[in-house]
């Protein structure tokens, strides 16, 4: 017969899965900016080789528009700005998940030797 878990350990349990999927997904969101930034800095290195006097189009409602290439180069080197304070943002926060998710492990493996301590004391 399958013994049912002390309601400590399982909301400690069910709190570490939380934790989990949000360290998953700001891990999953944390390498989507990385590789915006990426394609950002790519686009940005394009525009300074060809220089401004080279025609830039820009895909806008699917047509491509001519833009001012100086104009352009802005508006990414601004973009790239917001990319890395949203990459450091999401770094700190996976630290914080980290540590949250290593201390909670902790207890609860605490938690499980405390309980089959307690089991072998009373089989004897």
């Known amino acids: 017969?399958?013994?049912?878990?002390?309601p400590e350990?399982?909301?400690?349990?069910?709190?570490?899965?939380?934790l989990q999927?949000?360290?998953?997904?700001?891990?999953?969101?944390?390498?989507?900016?990385?590789?915006?930034?990426a394609e950002t800095q790519k686009v940005i290195r394009i525009l300074e080789e060809v220089g401004n006097e080279a025609?830039?189009?820009?895909l806008e409602a699917n047509i491509f528009v001519r833009v001012d290439g100086s104009k352009l180069l802005q508006e990414?080197?601004?973009?790239?700005?917001?990319?890395e304070l949203r990459l450091q943002k999401l770094k700190k926060q996976e630290e914080e998940l980290k540590k949250q998710l290593d201390k909670l492990a902790q207890e609860i493996r605490a938690y499980q030797a405390k309980l089959s301590i307690g089991?072998?004391?009373?089989?004897?």
Not at 1 to 6: D, E, G, T, Y
Not at 21 to 34: D, G, I, S, W
């Open 119 to 124: 089991k072998q004391g009373g089989a004897g």
């Open 1 to 6: 017969m399958a013994q049912r878990l002390p």
């Open 9 to 18: 350990l399982e909301t400690k349990l069910a709190r570490f899965q939380t």
């Open 76 to 83: 990414l080197r601004d973009r790239l700005e917001i990319l």
């Open 55 to 58: 025609p830039v189009y820009r």
């Open 21 to 37: 999927a949000q360290y998953a997904r700001l891990a999953q969101e944390r390498v989507a900016v990385e590789g915006e930034m």
